[in-house]
């Protein structure tokens, strides 16, 4: 079974540029999820789908980020216009309700963004 | 949410037995216990959770004494291959993981020869 995938695995761009990552979640997951670590700080919650829908974006720091999930499947957070402080690591996780009831999340390799 | 605190980092060496202790004084009654472990350039890997008492995988051993403030991550037998970042997570644990997770620093284990 193919693990939670993202692309791209680098990503370059200078400050005002924008920038649109994505995630494919594991077949059958439900719950999709974003998180982000910048340099030097701990990994920290973006938002939650759930399907298509967005169950939680309390995390998301402003509006310079919109994440997507169109028809429930993969998803893409969009970064416009970047700025220098959005360097960072950006990783997606997927989880399934039918997952013997512990929360284990599946974590994709991370996105590396380096704003210029 | 409760917070967690852990050690920055530990050492070891090859075949020994690691306990890493994670503090989490204001663990509510519905809040979970989940250790994840993060390998350099990957995501974070779910390692084991436990409510109370003791839990065993494959992986690793889980002890939670009773009034849960702390809990203890133990891997027997550590090799070059456990060096990694080892996060301790305490939240509501709904069924299919539909939480968002929270991180604290995590504790950096260097394992040696």
């Known amino acids: 079974e193919a693990g939670v995938t993202q692309f791209p695995s680098h990503s370059v761009i200078e400050k005002g540029q924008t920038v649109t990552l994505r995630c494919d979640p594991i077949?059958?997951?439900?719950?999709l999820y974003w998180y982000r670590r910048v340099m030097g700080k701990e990994i920290k919650f973006l938002l939650h789908?759930?399907?298509?829908?967005?169950?939680?974006e309390s995390g998301m720091p402003n509006n310079r980020f919109l994440a997507e999930r169109t028809g429930g499947t993969y998803s893409t957070l969009k970064v416009q216009p970047a700025e220098l402080e959005d360097s960072g690591v950006y990783f997606c996780?997927?989880?399934?309700?039918?997952?013997?009831?512990?929360?284990?999340?599946?974590f994709g390799p991370g996105t590396r963004l380096t704003v210029l | 949410l409760a917070k967690t605190t852990q050690p920055i980092s530990m050492d070891s060496y090859e075949g020994q037995e690691v306990n890493i202790t994670c503090s989490h004084n204001?663990?509510?009654?519905?809040?979970?216990i989940t250790w994840y472990q993060q390998f350099p350039s990957q995501g974070p890997r779910f390692i084991i959770q436990?409510?109370?008492t003791k839990v065993t995988n494959e992986v690793a051993s889980l002890f939670i004494p009773a009034d849960r403030k702390s809990s203890t991550l133990s891997l027997p037998r550590v090799s070059l291959s456990d060096t990694a970042v080892y996060y301790c997570?305490?939240?509501?644990?709904?069924?299919?993981?539909?939480?968002?997770?929270?991180f604290g620093t995590g504790t950096q284990l260097k394992v040696e020869l």
């Open positions: 204001n663990i509510a009654t519905n809040d979970y």
């Open positions: 997570l305490v939240g509501d644990s709904l069924g299919g993981g539909g939480n968002k997770l929270t």
């Open positions: 077949s059958g997951h439900d719950n």
């Open positions: 789908f759930v399907k298509e829908s967005k169950q939680d």
């Open positions: 996780a997927s989880s399934s309700p039918g997952t013997s009831g512990r929360n284990e999340q599946f």
């Open positions: 436990g409510y109370k």
